[in-house]
């Protein structure tokens, strides 16, 4: 029997970033989401934000007020603003990690509070990459390592190698729609492992959870929540979504549905 969306407390919602709250590489949440988002937190309605980026937008912090965020794919997550779980590489995991055969990858390595990055001649710098104030990957720690990114045409191949030599390691993208983006994380560090912990310091059960993702990396927290929402129509999520938007423009009529279900069992 497939699940039914809940329509009463408590309940907490988890959302993706990119694609998902906001458009691909967005800043800001729109503004109907925003609404909605702001009648369901005065509901009692608890809120997360679970994304692959390693901080999320000001803007967004500021739209959404999560009562918990997770970050690097799920690998550091904070409850309350408080440092609650961080998942770190060990220095040999780090080493095998970036000894790829990556002929001119661009490869970005990140730290709590730092970005070190490896570009190859002639490639100009990303334009997140520059507002982080970036450093040279030649710089960075063999210690407190978080995530490692690397962009790509041959991530596939790499991420089929590194698969079979660290099973343990999380990968993600390296196939659509991210084939040419290549995520590789500690064990441990999904987006599942973070829906799982933060419902835990919350007191909810994953029962009580609604997760919306569009993209791989949000596999693991679909198939953990208690009702799933995918965002667009990315053939690997189906299976574990009981319910699907076509992207984040159909986000925000979604939660104000939501709102009004609330409101009407008060």
Do not use: C
Request: proline share 9%; aromatic share 6%.
């Amino acid at each position: 029997m497939r699940a039914r969306l809940p329509a009463d407390l408590p309940l907490l919602l988890a959302f993706d970033l990119d694609g998902t709250l906001i458009p691909d590489q967005g800043r800001e949440v729109p503004g109907p989401t925003a609404e909605a988002l702001s009648r369901l937190r005065a509901l009692g309605v608890r809120l997360a934000i679970i994304t692959g980026r390693d901080t999320p937008p000001r803007a967004v912090r500021e739209a959404v007020q999560p009562d918990a965020i997770a970050t690097n794919n799920g690998g550091r997550v904070e409850i309350g603003g408080q440092l609650h779980a961080e998942a770190q590489f060990t220095p040999a995991e780090l080493e095998a990690v970036l000894a790829h055969e990556l002929e001119d990858a661009r490869i970005a390595v990140f730290t709590a509070d730092g970005l070190y990055v490896d570009l190859p001649p002639g490639h100009a710098p990303e334009p997140w990459m520059q507002a982080r104030g970036y450093r040279p990957l030649a710089e960075a720690p063999r210690e407190g390592i978080l995530k490692v990114g690397f962009y790509h045409p041959g991530v596939a191949d790499f991420a089929a190698r590194l698969r079979e030599s660290h099973p343990h390691l999380v990968l993600t993208g390296a196939q659509p729609p991210y084939s040419e983006f290549l995520t590789v994380t500690p064990v441990g560090a999904h987006k599942g492992a973070a829906l799982t912990l933060i419902a835990q310091a919350l007191g909810l059960s994953l029962e009580r959870t609604v997760a919306f993702g569009d993209s791989d990396n949000d596999q693991a927290m679909l198939e953990l929540a208690g009702y799933a929402v995918q965002l667009g129509t990315l053939p690997l999520l189906a299976p574990h979504a009981h319910e699907q938007l076509a992207g984040p423009e159909a986000l925000g009529a979604y939660l104000h549905e939501l709102a009004d279900r609330l409101e009407g069992r008060g």
